[in-house]
């Protein structure tokens, strides 16, 4: 099996850290070559380790600079540092998205740094499972601080963001669509906000507006969610939020939550992988094979109702 | 089969109009009783006549008000309207979401509308599923046009919107985060957009910026999005909002693409339902079956890693 022994070597690797064999497990876990899953499933009892902090919000606030900000400063104290950015792969502003993320690139030649993309579309279905994985992959080799960058739009984002110890909210004046889902409930209460672009002339409304969501939401004896102002571009505030990471952590870990949150989401990304294979296994079937085929053409001629449509094709799908 | 024969003569009265059989029918559906999956069945091949048009857009922008504006507009038409909000169900704030839906409640009267509120979450998983269930109800029942509201936030309420002949966005001056999205690709054009609230000095630069944003993904000869202003409270630009809505139905009518778009939907309806329902299973065999808690259990431990163990489920569901 030279597949498997080249797995083996490689997760050898990639325990012992080495960079570019991070590199090639990612490759491997975003192409969705079973190669990519033995490999996590070698290194997966060498996770656990490593402090993994989610960072969403609106595009645009600066979240690339934020995180590269504060990797300068996890750097101060030593720690090694990846970062994965969920990227949308619209064709036409892929550019622009990318010519933001410029704040990271100072970390490049960084070898306590490792820095990775993955485009959100096209990717062969079960976003937040692959990423879930190269987030395992860059825990088993080392890395101290797991930085997940997600743009906060879609429910897929906000599966990756869920997995994470500490979430971190990162707004600017300006964003009133973040404020009212926060007001209105459909957001969830993240563990720490940051308000960038913080030399805004409206940042003081903005972190009053945040502050009266908040105590509205606060339970006594709970975490108190810091609100920080950063001015992220010029490194301003950022030691504050690493401090504010920190004591999230403590706190978590005091209370006994962090265990049960990572109980918890290791559950619901088994559910998760075993769902999104089911689905792309049922697209495969809808089309390679003409009775299913025909039974969505029956659909869409009104003869057959899609709750009808859809117990027959699970019936064929566990009669395989 | 007592339940078949309820359910039969359900179907009659639903068919022929009678609005307590709609209301009952969508209690059934919500509740995901049997019975109302059945009555969709039997309804079904009656389907396909309704306008659907689905309304997003951020928490605030007064998408309630809208619709019910555009409610007593299609009404002077002597159209039979539905309304299907998709509420968000956070406890602490029900009561404000449903203070902004004041504005429907002068239609609670007219026997030609029909008003109905699903909550986002709570519900038995498959929200979208069963959203688009009831949107089949409404047709059924002879509805001219089924207005779908959803607050724009997570994946199954652009699920729910996709499903629709006819998108409407609506955006309010201040709605930074959502041109934001839209700029970056991560939020798909819509068919109309609407800029609600069109009182507020900062109306000329947010259709400025939306106007931008559309141009650069304009392709010749496609529809072109419309950009509206409305003041929804007063009934101002709702006129035209109606006219543009009959424009953007005879445009995807000719083109064509009317029965592809709906084609589309109903198939990934159909595997929406079938992976809701796989999940929803999965999740009782894990919470019921101790061989499964055993197997999550090896996950939390990290003896036994995510995708092995979900592969491990699959087995086990379909040997069942």
Same mark, same amino acid.
């Given at each position: 099996?030279p597949?498997?022994?080249k797995?083996? $070597?490689? /997760?050898?690797?990639?325990v !012992?850290?080495?960079k570019? @064999?991070?590199?090639?497990?990612?490759? %491997? #876990? +975003?192409?969705?070559d079973?190669?990519?899953?033995?490999?996590?499933?070698?290194?997966?009892?060498?996770?656990?380790?490593?402090?993994i902090?989610?960072?969403?919000?609106?595009?645009?606030?600066?979240?690339?600079?934020?995180?590269?900000?504060?990797?300068?400063?996890?750097r101060?104290?030593?720690?090694?540092?990846?970062?994965?950015?969920?990227?949308?792969?619209?064709?036409?502003?892929?550019?622009?998205?990318?010519?933001d993320r410029i704040?990271?690139?100072?970390?490049?030649?960084?070898?306590?740094?490792?820095?990775r993309?993955?485009?959100?579309r096209?990717?062969?279905?079960?976003? $937040?499972? /692959?990423?879930l994985?190269? !987030?395992?992959?860059?825990? @088993?080799a080392?890395?101290d601080?797991? %930085? #997940? +960058?997600?743009?906060?739009?879609?429910?897929?984002?906000?599966?990756?963001?869920?997995?994470?110890d500490?979430i971190v909210?990162?707004?600017?004046?300006?964003?009133?669509d973040?404020?009212?889902?926060?007001?209105?409930?459909?957001?969830?209460i993240?563990?720490?906000?940051?308000?960038?672009?913080?030399?805004?002339?409206?940042?003081?409304?903005?972190?009053?507006e945040v502050?009266?969501?908040?105590?509205l939401?606060?339970?006594?004896?709970?975490?108190?969610v810091?609100?920080?102002?950063t001015?992220?571009?010029?490194g301003?505030?950022?030691?504050?939020?690493?401090?504010?990471i920190?004591?999230?952590?403590?706190?978590?870990? !005091?209370?006994?939550?962090?265990?049960?949150?990572?109980?918890?989401? %290791?559950?619901?990304?088994?559910?998760?992988?075993?769902t999104?294979?089911?689905?792309r296994?049922?697209?495969?079937?809808?089309?390679a094979?003409p009775?299913?085929?025909?039974?969505?053409e029956?659909v869409?001629?009104r003869?057959?109702?899609?709750?009808?449509?859809?117990?027959?094709?699970?019936?064929?799908?566990?009669?395989?």
């Amino acid at each position: 099996m030279p597949d498997a022994a080249k797995s083996a $070597s490689l /997760a050898e690797r990639l325990v !012992a850290g080495d960079k570019r @064999a991070l590199a090639r497990a990612i490759t %491997l #876990i +975003e192409s969705d070559d079973p190669a990519g899953w033995e490999l996590v499933r070698e290194v997966y009892p060498r996770t656990g380790k490593a402090r993994i902090v989610g960072f969403t919000g609106p595009p645009g606030v600066g979240k690339s600079t934020l995180i590269g900000a504060l990797t300068a400063e996890l750097r101060k104290a030593e720690r090694q540092v990846a970062v994965l950015s969920i990227d949308p792969s619209s064709p036409f502003t892929r550019g622009a998205l990318l010519g933001d993320r410029i704040r990271l690139s100072e970390h490049f030649l960084d070898p306590g740094v490792f820095i990775r993309s993955m485009a959100s579309r096209g990717a062969l279905g079960g976003l $937040s499972e /692959a990423a879930l994985q190269v !987030a395992l992959a860059m825990d @088993a080799a080392g890395k101290d601080d797991v %930085l #997940i +960058e997600t743009v906060g739009v879609g429910q897929a984002e906000i599966d990756i963001v869920d997995h994470a110890d500490t979430i971190v909210l990162a707004l600017m004046p300006g964003s009133g669509d973040s404020i009212q889902a926060l007001k209105a409930g459909v957001m969830e209460i993240p563990d720490v906000i940051v308000v960038n672009k913080a030399d805004h002339p409206m940042t003081d409304t903005m972190v009053c507006e945040v502050r009266g969501v908040l105590a509205l939401s606060h339970q006594p004896g709970e975490w108190q969610v810091p609100i920080l102002r950063t001015e992220a571009a010029r490194g301003e505030g950022v030691e504050e939020l690493a401090v504010k990471i920190d004591e999230h952590r403590v706190h978590i870990e !005091a209370e006994g939550t962090l265990e049960q949150r990572r109980a918890r989401n %290791l559950r619901n990304e088994v559910l998760g992988i075993a769902t999104s294979r089911t689905r792309r296994r049922m697209e495969a079937t809808a089309a390679a094979d003409p009775e299913t085929a025909a039974l969505l053409e029956r659909v869409v001629r009104r003869e057959l109702d899609p709750a009808s449509a859809a117990s027959e094709l699970m019936e064929r799908q566990s009669g395989e």
